[in-house]
C-alpha cells in the first residue's frame, strides 16, 4: 500500500498594515485636559561643559515625583539654576539619594530654598556619559 502525502496549502504570508485612521486635521485638547507642562529635565551640559564643572541650585521645595525610569526608580527633584526651574532626575538609592535624605530630610517641602551644589563626574565605564552629582565637601 503507498500512502500519498497530501500537502497542505501555505498559510498566507501576513501583510502590513497601518493601523489607525488617518487624520487631515487633528482635534483642539478638551478643556478638561490637564496634561500639565514639566519643566526640562537638568542635563549636564546646563552645568558646564567639561567634567569637574560646578553650579549651585536652589531646591524650589515643590512636588518630588518618583517615576518608573528606564533604569529603575528615580525621582524627579525640582530645583533653579539661575532663573530656569529644571527636574533633576535622582536614582533611588544613590548618593545623591542619600545626600538629599541625610541633609534636608525626607520631606520635600520642608527642602525650599535650600542650596546644593552640583557637579559634573566622569563616566564611570568608556561609552557612558558624564553625569550629574552632588559637589563632594558639601
Known sequence: MHLVSVSEPAPPVPTARRV??????????????????FPDFLKPSHIGKKPGAT???????GEVRKTDGLYGDQLM???????????????LD?????????????VPKKWKGKK?????NK???MGYR?????????
Not at 546644593?116 to 559634573?120: A, S, Y
Open 123 to 125: 563616566p564611570i565605564r
Open 94 to 106: 544613590t548618593p545623591n539619594h542619600r545626600y538629599l535624605v541625610e541633609t534636608f530630610g525626607n
Open 116 to 120: 546644593l551644589t552640583l557637579t559634573i
Open 77 to 91: 527633584v525640582p530645583v533653579r539654576l539661575g532663573k530656569t526651574e529644571y527636574d533633576w532626575s535622582v536614582k
Open 20 to 37: 489607525g485612521v488617518i487624520v487631515n486635521k487633528i482635534p483642539n485638547p478638551s478643556a478638561e485636559s490637564q496634561g500639565g507642562d
Open 130 to 138: 558624564p553625569y550629574i552629582a552632588v559637589a563632594k565637601g558639601q
Open 55 to 61: 553650579a549651585v541650585v536652589t531646591l524650589t521645595g
